[in-house]
């Protein structure tokens, strides 16, 4: 179904071609003015150039042939020749009718659906999720929601670091504690125990430990370096433990994601890039892109013009050892096997923004990618703490994720049960759904690539911008709807009336709006678009609640037409929350 702004334009064409003018110049826009009009068209001013007429002259034509229009009430042509446009009450109406049929509230999907990675996630097995994981996880999720809305198909990959040294550590410590272990005997042909040597919470410790001996203990890290060497090389025990870890990881890894609601199609990591590597390798340096530079493989990925300088690619070190590069540039090598995507969208802190410049430049030039596969870097900003730093615990530590997600979920908690009106339990129930959308809103309102100050006491208030004021307004309209149903009614055969107050018209542009919103937001990978519409939305429901009477609403064919207003309102708003990984309680 068309966009509202679409059949505006439509109109306003006719309109501009009636006077014998082309229908170029016939754009319509929202308002700059809304206390003038609510929509406008500039295009009397630079039509006035072909024409070699006066743009007031051509607006003032334009307007009569207005003058009957269904669709605007009002076109009036001001100096020096805009055209101030109000939306007729009875076509906006239609209108709304018209989305309330449609799937989707008319929004139809992309006719040129794309296959699309989206790698983001990213979290490193064994070490527990921190905050600044965050980021990836929400963003990617909706990024990925937003773009399955609009038809196309998203594969979500969590893309674990599951390669490096800390794999290494993980082993040397695991000996140093338990040498008896079958997977350190070399001379062992047999098969592994299918169970892990380890739980979730004994590898949490491991890591650590390890992780802060190697920094002491020179000898030990040498050891550990020396293990991630054989485990990449192949030795059949290391693979076998690697194997354990990841499993013990993964598990734990989908139950933290699941309470952010979030999902993946893929649980690949940097490991399974590694049997594309050889012969990417061999490719490159076929081909003559790769060199020897001090003993290291590299590929010069400069161009002429650069501003700052961009370091060749990496792609193997100068003892063969293969990096953060390797994998990357040999996932792309996968990914284009597996699934030929038409794009790849990488969200990733944008500190790592020239590292995928690199990446980029270095797949495209070498010819990994395909011509047609496009390659997005979304880098997001850092989320700080109140002191404009990155976030720390109290004590000045990373903070645990879930340490984090627990401080939101108490304070929501403490708020709802000073409320009184909920038992403990649904109380702890409706503190999750709360909490999530306060994490969430908190960061997805605010453009990804800015940094932004995660601030627990703002963030779950339920009055202002905020996830818990969004969940407030839908339960508020639950509420009313089912007030209105219990008392048997059920407006079923009701349609929307024209509005018969500003707040309510406000209301219905808000919701007419929805039709094309979310494409929109996608075209732009920005989710705080999304979370600006849904603001917008609530604030003119809330006005329109404040002013009007509905439940007590005397004319039956008016009540009938608020409460279809609210359907619309409600399902519009559910589905912004759908694509942006949260959803409102029924009461709170
Ligand atoms: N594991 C990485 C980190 O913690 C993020 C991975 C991002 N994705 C990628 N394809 N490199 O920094």
Not at 19 to 33: E, I, M, N, P, Q
Not at 371 to 395: I, S
Request: proline share 4%.
């Amino acid at each position: 179904m068309e966009k509202l702004i679409e059949q505006l334009e439509k109109e306003m064409a006719g309109a501009f071609q009636a006077c014998g003018y082309d229908a170029k110049y016939a754009r319509v826009t929202l308002s700059d003015r809304p206390d003038l009009c609510e929509f406008q068209c500039n295009g009397a001013l630079t039509a006035a150039k072909e024409y070699k007429k006066a743009p007031l002259v051509i607006a003032k034509e334009v307007t009569e042939k207005l003058a009957e229009s269904e669709v605007f009430s009002c076109a009036e042509a001001v100096k020096p020749g805009f055209l101030n446009l109000h939306i007729r009450e009875s076509f906006l109406a239609g209108y709304l009718c018209h989305m309330q049929q449609e799937k989707n509230y008319g929004n139809e999907k992309t006719r040129a659906p794309k296959t699309i990675i989206i790698d983001y996630g990213g979290p490193n097995v064994a070490k527990p999720l921190h905050v600044g994981h965050l980021r990836s996880a929400v963003i990617g999720e909706s990024i990925k929601r937003m773009g399955r809305y609009v038809g196309h198909r998203m594969i979500g990959d969590v893309h674990m670091g599951d390669w490096g040294l800390q794999m290494g550590l993980i082993i040397t410590e695991l000996q140093q504690r338990r040498p008896e272990l079958i997977y350190y005997d070399d001379s062992f042909m047999g098969e592994y125990p299918r169970e892990a040597p380890f739980t979730i919470s004994e590898l949490e410790e491991i890591y650590p430990a390890a992780s802060a001996r190697s920094k002491e203990d020179a000898a030990y890290k040498e050891r550990a370096m020396q293990a991630t060497h054989e485990l990449q090389q192949g030795r059949r025990g290391y693979r076998a433990l690697l194997q354990h870890i990841l499993d013990v990881s993964v598990a734990d890894l989908k139950k933290n994601y699941e309470t952010l609601n979030v999902s993946f199609d893929l649980w690949k990591g940097e490991s399974d890039a590694q049997p594309y590597i050889p012969a990417m390798v061999k490719k490159l340096k076929e081909e003559g892109h790769a060199y020897l530079s001090d003993g290291a493989l590299v590929v010069d990925v400069r161009e002429q013009t650069d501003t700052k300088p961009v370091p060749p690619c990496m792609i193997l070190k100068s003892d063969g050892a293969s990096l953060y590069n390797t994998t990357d540039l040999a996932t792309i090598v996968q990914r284009m096997e597996g699934y030929s995507p038409n794009e790849i969208i990488y969200v990733v802190d944008k500190r790592q923004e020239l590292y995928f410049t690199q990446i980029f430049r270095c797949a495209r030039k070498t010819g990994l990618v395909g011509a047609d596969t496009r390659l997005t870097f979304l880098g997001f900003g850092t989320m700080n703490g109140k002191n404009g730093k990155p976030f720390k615990t109290r004590e000045g530590g990373v903070m645990r994720l879930s340490a984090l997600l627990q401080e939101v979920h108490e304070k929501v908690y403490q708020k709802i049960l000073e409320n009184g009106t909920m038992s403990v339990q649904q109380a702890e129930e409706t503190a999750k759904i709360i909490a999530l959308s306060a994490v969430k809103y908190g960061d997805l309102s605010n453009q990804a690539s800015k940094d932004y100050i995660f601030d627990v006491d703002r963030f779950t208030a339920f009055e202002g911008n905020t996830g818990p004021y969004l969940l407030y307004t839908v339960v508020r309209i639950k509420s009313i709807l089912n007030k209105y149903e219990q008392t048997g009614k059920n407006a079923e055969k009701g349609r929307i009336l024209p509005a018969a107050s500003p707040s309510e018209k406000e209301l219905m542009l808000e919701a007419a709006r929805f039709n094309g919103m979310i494409a929109g937001a996608f075209e732009e990978l920005a989710p705080h678009r999304v979370c600006a519409y849904l603001y917008g939305l609530a604030n003119a429901f809330n006005h329109f609640y404040h002013e009007t009477r509905i439940l007590t609403q005397e004319d039956a064919g008016r009540q009938d037409s608020y409460i279809q207003l609210l359907r619309l309102c409600k399902g519009i708003m559910e589905s912004c929350m759908e694509v942006l990984g949260f959803s409102a309680p029924d009461r709170m």
